[in-house]
């Protein structure tokens, strides 16, 4: 079989994180950091147009320069303002780069910020790039040491997947984890989902050997039918527990101005959860 067109995503060779910075705290010097002394055998760029140096690393005004001087890249980590997400996608796009995390929120929670989405979907659309989030912890991939996320706390090594559309819900995972030495082999946080969904991840780890088991958190879902499929053949292969919020209306309410998520009828999504053989906690 040939590359997943997730592969770039969960097995990229060269990171760009724009808004990497020195601010203490700062999203992006927080994924800098991560990524660099996680342990991630890749290369990593900064790009932040206000400095030329990042926690001892060369920093790039922008993704052309990277692709002028070092080559290509093939994910983009993006912490930045929402209102210049859509050119940073096209730039992206047009030097070559086809997938991005984009972790800075004010997208889908807000009119204004839904016009920001769509503009960036179209220019990824345009140019063949995959997207993850906005409004997203990110990625963690023990096996390959990545780690595109900006929590403090980091992942060990386990056969177990983690899908959420809660970020608040991995990061705290995550310290329990590391409390009971449970391990990963990935973490997947979806925020928005406005291009990357359950579906999509799930059709990935279904054939990933370093997954034995998955577990999903599901606030609501948009791609019905992706979400199905990618579900019945991850649930064929291996272990997959469910666990949805929104259950009563009050869940339903919270999980909608988290996420802007969908909330369908409880009984419809139970009924479809045992159809394609996955496990509701």
């Given at each position: 079989m040939g590359p997943h067109y997730l592969d770039r995503l969960f097995a990229p060779r060269a990171i760009?994180?724009?808004?990497?910075?020195?601010?203490?705290?700062?999203?992006?010097?927080?994924?800098?950091?991560?990524?660099l002394q996680g342990g991630y055998?890749?290369?990593?760029?900064?790009?932040?147009?206000?400095?030329?140096?990042v926690q001892g690393q060369v920093c790039y005004p922008d993704i052309e320069h990277i692709a002028r001087d070092a080559g290509r890249v093939d994910l983009a980590v993006?912490?930045?303002?929402?209102?210049?997400v859509p050119d940073i996608i096209r730039r992206c796009g047009?030097?070559?780069?086809?997938?991005?995390?984009?972790?800075?929120?004010?997208?889908?929670?807000?009119?204004?910020?839904?016009?920001?989405?769509?503009?960036?979907?179209?220019?990824?659309?345009?140019?063949?790039?995959?997207?993850?989030?906005?409004?997203?912890?990110?990625?963690?991939?023990?096996?390959?040491?990545?780690?595109?996320?900006?929590s403090n706390s980091s992942a060990i090594q386990g056969q177990m997947a983690l899908v959420s559309q809660s970020g608040a819900?991995?990061?705290?995972?995550?310290?329990?984890?590391?409390?009971?030495?449970?391990?990963?082999?990935?973490?997947?946080s979806l925020g928005d989902a406005a291009d990357v969904d359950f579906g999509?991840?799930?059709?990935y780890l279904a054939l990933d050997p370093h997954t034995r088991s998955i577990l999903l958190y599901v606030e609501g879902v948009r791609q019905a039918r992706?979400?199905?499929?990618?579900?019945?053949?991850a649930a064929r292969m291996k272990p997959v527990v469910v666990i949805k919020a929104g259950r009563h209306a009050e869940g339903s309410r919270a999980a909608v101005?988290?996420?802007?998520?969908?909330?369908?009828?409880?009984?419809?999504?139970?009924?479809?959860?045992?159809?394609?053989?996955?496990?509701?906690?």
């Open positions: 760009a994180v724009f808004g990497a910075s020195d601010e203490t705290d700062a999203v992006g010097t927080v994924v800098f950091r991560n990524l055998q890749g290369k990593v760029f900064a790009i932040n147009p206000r400095h030329q140096q993006i912490a930045t303002p929402a209102a210049t047009e030097a070559g780069v086809r997938a991005a995390v984009i972790l800075s929120a004010g997208f889908g929670e807000s009119a204004d910020g839904q016009v920001l989405q769509k503009q960036l979907l179209e220019q990824a659309q345009h140019y063949g790039m995959r997207i993850l989030g906005p409004n997203c912890l990110g990625i963690l991939r023990p096996p390959a040491n990545l780690n595109t996320t900006f819900l991995c990061t705290a995972l995550l310290d329990w984890a590391q409390d009971h030495n449970v391990g990963f082999s990935a973490i997947v999509d991840v799930l059709s992706g979400f199905i499929s990618g579900l019945r053949i101005s988290h996420s802007g998520a969908i909330i369908g009828a409880d009984d419809v999504f139970h009924a479809a959860l045992q159809r394609a053989g996955a496990v509701r906690a």
